[in-house]
Nanobody, 121 residues
Framework: QVQLVESGGGLVQPGGSLRLSCAAS????????MGWHRQVPGKQREMVAVVTTDGTTGYADSVKGRFTASRDRANNTVYLQMNSLNSDDTAVYYCYGVIRMLGGGNYRNYWGQGTQVTVSS
């Protein structure tokens, strides 16, 4: 089995910062991509950031210049540094990984349980 566990969410004032972490554990052979999505109730889940194996990053237009994603490959961990937060960033943030398990054959998508980020004064 593979588990992804997020941490670092919470309540922050507009203009503030938060750092999310997500650690993958289990019988992992390789991780191709790790990243973050977010979802607001009643809306579709949207991609926020992605980090490839070689560290290349991609971001949603709405967070470019404010959010930075990074990976610690040795510890199967992905981070999301969020700066200049505003109310539109309020959502549940989910990390994901495209992971190949021991004995599992192809790469599959695995998701964390989500962590709430609320931006409010």
């Amino acid at each position: 089995q593979v588990q992804l566990v997020e941490s670092g969410g919470g309540l922050v004032q507009p203009g503030g910062s938060l750092r999310l972490s997500c650690a993958a554990s289990g019988s992992i052979v390789a991780i191709a991509v790790m990243g973050w999505h977010r979802q607001v109730p009643g809306k579709q889940r949207e991609m926020v950031a992605v980090v490839t194996t070689d560290g290349t990053t991609g971001y949603a237009d709405s967070v470019k210049g404010r959010f930075t994603a990074s990976r610690d490959r040795a510890n199967n961990t992905v981070y999301l540094q969020m700066n200049s937060l505003n109310s539109d960033d309020t959502a549940v943030y989910y990390c994901y990984g495209v992971i190949r398990m021991l004995g599992g054959g192809n790469y599959r998508n695995y998701w964390g349980q989500g962590t709430q980020v609320t931006v409010s004064s």
